[in-house]
């Protein structure tokens, strides 16, 4: 293993399957079985032999029920994802890994794969993840048993679900849920942008469209529907109101059973392999960002860690986002792509190259923490057949919390720069936890199938400070106006731990 060696992607795979137990017990898939499939379509992929028995390090994204501490494993628990893969495919790795949490963790494994190559450290790491929330969902709505227990013996590093992200005064206001984090940012922006709950629904279904056409087309996609701007601005049975101003399809929809791998190695053995030129695609640019507790971030329309992570690859890579001919950026809201887009300086009404290669992760599918995996999979598929080009795969983690981001093409690097650490931000806002008079920076309301039932605000004090609060009953029915209420006077008064608030 030589220092220096430059690390190169060369298989990518991805599985898919249907199955939601309407049709009984056969053909369930588990999160290992989807591995499985995906890494032997990656090792297939690379067109050589001998690459199972090549790869000394193995590393899983972390699956849903191993995301949350304490959260229940209903079909049983597979207590070593990394050996049970290996096992599993034939391969013996000297390290196995268990991934901490975050929808970063695909890019961020192959910065780090790649760097560890480059370092001498490794030789060749296959990357995988999977979910099978679809299958678990369906075998539980119709009363299907299937069993997901398994086990290895195998040691391997496991990296434990990493800091919380959201902080005691978020939970206390009802912010539990990503969706509820990410309708904040996304009223935020459309505060900013001067738009009605309807026509930043409109702009975001503007965004989504061609996403929706993108996933249409994709073998892999798990909702393969053409949607028009009509339908996914428009609330309805099926596309109901979730968290205000989202409607169900403008959210990651985790009811899926996706499974995507990637292999990494040193060029030398990939020569050595016998490798083609024309399946290596190389990582020219790594960058990585992180950020608070959404409740002190200094902005909520735009994200700090994006910007960190984006221009942190692009300086890497010697490249502008101009450069760039294909993106995979990350779309679990899309605030996140409204925050990309303008990270990269890229006009999404104008900009001819598409956002996504899969579809996006409302109607591609968003496979928890594993999504990236199938955008770096697509990126790596795209680049082969353009060669010479650049692509930017960007991962999201949190709430817009760990971002990293990968600049990959064909063409050999000159030379090989290891990703730097997480850039963290400098400046947090204080809290005010007393009753107050605020003016209502972003706000959204959360809704269950009986209808809305908690607003949920943050606000500014004249000082800078900010105040987090749930509505009263006659301040939620003002939320649900369509209207926006960013900017009106709140008074917030607190008792024990919350606040509530009434427009003044
Ligand atoms: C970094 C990041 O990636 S952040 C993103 C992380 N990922 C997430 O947060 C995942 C968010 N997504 C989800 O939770 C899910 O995909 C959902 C809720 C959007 C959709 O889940 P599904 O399992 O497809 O639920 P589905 O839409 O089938 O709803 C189930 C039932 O509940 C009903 N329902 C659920 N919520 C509502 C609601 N708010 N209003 C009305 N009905 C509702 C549906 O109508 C449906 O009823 P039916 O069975 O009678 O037809």
Same mark, same amino acid.
């Given at each position: 293993?030589?220092?220096?060696?430059?690390?190169?992607?060369?298989?990518?795979?991805?599985?898919?399957?249907?199955?939601?137990?309407?049709?009984?017990?056969?053909?369930?898939?588990?999160?290992?079985?989807?591995?499985?499939?995906?890494?032997?379509?990656?090792?297939?992929?690379?067109?050589?032999?001998?690459?199972?028995?090549?790869?000394?390090?193995?590393?899983?994204?972390?699956?849903?029920?191993?995301?949350?501490?304490?959260?229940?494993?209903?079909?049983?628990?597979?207590?070593?994802?990394?050996?049970?893969?290996?096992?599993?495919?034939?391969?013996?790795?000297?390290?196995?890994?268990?991934?901490?949490?975050?929808?970063?963790?695909?890019?961020?494994?192959?910065?780090?794969?790649?760097?560890?190559?480059?370092?001498?450290?490794?030789?060749?790491?296959?990357?995988?993840?999977?979910?099978?929330?679809?299958?678990?969902?369906?075998?539980?709505?119709?009363?299907?048993?299937?069993?997901?227990?398994?086990?290895?013996?195998?040691?391997?590093?496991?990296?434990?679900?990493?800091?919380?992200?959201?902080?005691?005064?978020?939970?206390?206001?009802?912010?539990?849920?990503?969706?509820?984090?990410?309708?904040?940012?996304?009223?935020?922006?459309?505060?900013?942008?001067?738009?009605?709950?309807?026509?930043?629904?409109?702009?975001?279904?503007?965004?989504?469209?061609?996403?929706?056409?993108?996933?249409?087309?994709?073998?892999?996609?798990?909702?393969?529907?053409?949607?028009?701007?009509?339908?996914?601005?428009?609330?309805?049975?099926?596309?109901?109101?979730?968290?205000?101003?989202?409607?169900?399809?403008?959210?990651?929809?985790?009811?899926?059973?996706?499974?995507?791998?990637?292999? @990494?190695? &040193? %060029?030398?053995? #990939?020569?050595?392999?016998?490798?083609?030129? $024309? +399946? =290596?695609?190389?990582?020219?640019?790594? *960058?990585?960002?992180?950020?608070?507790?959404?409740?002190?971030?200094?902005?909520?329309?735009?994200?700090?860690?994006?910007?960190?992570?984006?221009?942190?690859?692009?300086?890497?890579?010697?490249?502008?986002?101009?450069?760039?001919?294909?993106?995979?950026?990350?779309?679990?809201?899309?605030?996140? @792509?409204? &925050? %990309?887009?303008? #990270?990269?300086?890229?006009?999404?009404?104008? $900009? +001819? =190259?598409?956002?996504?290669?899969?579809? *996006?992760?409302?109607?591609?599918?968003?496979?928890?923490?594993?999504?990236?995996?199938?955008?770096?999979?697509?990126?790596?598929?795209?680049?082969?057949?353009?060669?010479?080009?650049?692509?930017?795969?960007?991962?999201?983690?949190?709430?817009?919390?760990?971002?990293?981001?990968?600049?990959?093409?064909?063409?050999?690097?000159?030379?090989?720069?290891?990703?730097?650490?997480?850039?963290?931000?400098?400046?947090?806002?204080?809290?005010?936890?007393?009753?107050?008079?605020?003016?209502?920076?972003?706000?959204?309301?959360?809704?269950?199938?009986?209808?809305?039932?908690?607003?949920?605000?943050?606000?500014?004090?004249?000082?800078?400070?900010?105040?987090?609060?749930?509505?009263?009953?006659?301040?939620?029915?003002?939320?649900?106006?369509?209207?926006?209420?960013?900017?009106?006077?709140?008074?917030?008064?607190?008792?024990?731990?919350?606040?509530?608030?009434?427009?003044?």
């Amino acid at each position: 293993m030589a220092k220096g060696d430059l690390p190169v992607l060369v298989g990518v795979g991805q599985s898919l399957s249907q199955w939601d137990g309407t049709a009984g017990p056969a053909g369930a898939p588990s999160p290992l079985s989807l591995m499985v499939d995906a890494s032997k379509a990656a090792l297939a992929d690379t067109g050589a032999a001998g690459i199972a028995e090549a790869i000394d390090t193995l590393a899983v994204v972390r699956i849903f029920e191993d995301s949350v501490r304490g959260a229940p494993h209903p079909h049983g628990h597979n207590t070593n994802l990394p050996g049970t893969l290996a096992r599993d495919i034939g391969a013996a790795p000297a390290h196995l890994i268990y991934e901490t949490v975050g929808g970063q963790s695909p890019q961020a494994l192959v910065n780090e794969m790649a760097a560890k190559v480059f370092e001498g450290e490794i030789e060749c790491a296959l990357i995988s993840g999977s979910e099978a929330n679809r299958a678990s969902k369906g075998a539980r709505r119709h009363g299907v048993e299937i069993n997901w227990a398994d086990g290895a013996d195998a040691e391997y590093e496991d990296r434990g679900t990493g800091p919380m992200m959201l902080s005691r005064e978020e939970i206390k206001h009802g912010i539990v849920a990503p969706a509820y984090f990410y309708a904040l940012f996304e009223n935020a922006i459309a505060a900013r942008e001067g738009r009605s709950r309807s026509e930043h629904r409109k702009a975001m279904a503007q965004l989504f469209q061609p996403f929706t056409a993108v996933a249409a087309k994709n073998p892999y996609s798990q909702f393969p529907v053409e949607h028009s701007v009509e339908f996914l601005s428009t609330p309805s049975k099926a596309n109901y109101e979730y968290a205000d101003p989202f409607l169900k399809w403008f959210i990651a929809q985790d009811a899926v059973n996706q499974g995507a791998a990637a292999i @990494v190695m &040193s %060029s030398s053995k #990939a020569d050595e392999l016998g490798i083609a030129e $024309d +399946k =290596r695609v190389y990582l020219h640019g790594a *960058g990585e960002g992180s950020d608070d507790f959404i409740s002190v971030r200094p902005r909520l329309d735009g994200s700090f860690a994006m910007e960190a992570a984006i221009s942190r690859a692009l300086d890497q890579s010697g490249k502008t986002a101009a450069d760039m001919a294909h993106f995979d950026l990350y779309s679990c809201f899309p605030c996140a @792509v409204f &925050s %990309s887009t303008q #990270a990269l300086g890229v006009d999404w009404k104008t $900009d +001819k =190259r598409p956002l996504t290669l899969t579809g *996006g992760l409302p109607f591609f599918g968003g496979p928890g923490n594993n999504y990236s995996l199938h955008g770096i999979a697509e990126m790596v598929a795209k680049l082969r057949g353009d060669a010479g080009t650049f692509g930017l795969v960007l991962a999201n983690g949190g709430w817009m919390t760990k971002e990293a981001v990968g600049v990959y093409s064909t063409a050999k690097p000159a030379e090989f720069t290891p990703v730097a650490r997480y850039a963290r931000p400098a400046e947090e806002i204080e809290l005010c936890t007393e009753s107050c008079v605020a003016k209502l920076e972003t706000f959204t309301v959360t809704h269950g199938k009986e209808g809305p039932n908690k607003g949920i605000i943050f606000a500014r004090l004249p000082d800078g400070r900010r105040a987090l609060a749930n509505a009263s009953p006659a301040a939620l029915a003002v939320l649900r106006e369509d209207a926006s209420p960013v900017g009106r006077s709140v008074k917030i008064t607190v008792d024990g731990e919350t606040g509530t608030f009434d427009f003044t």
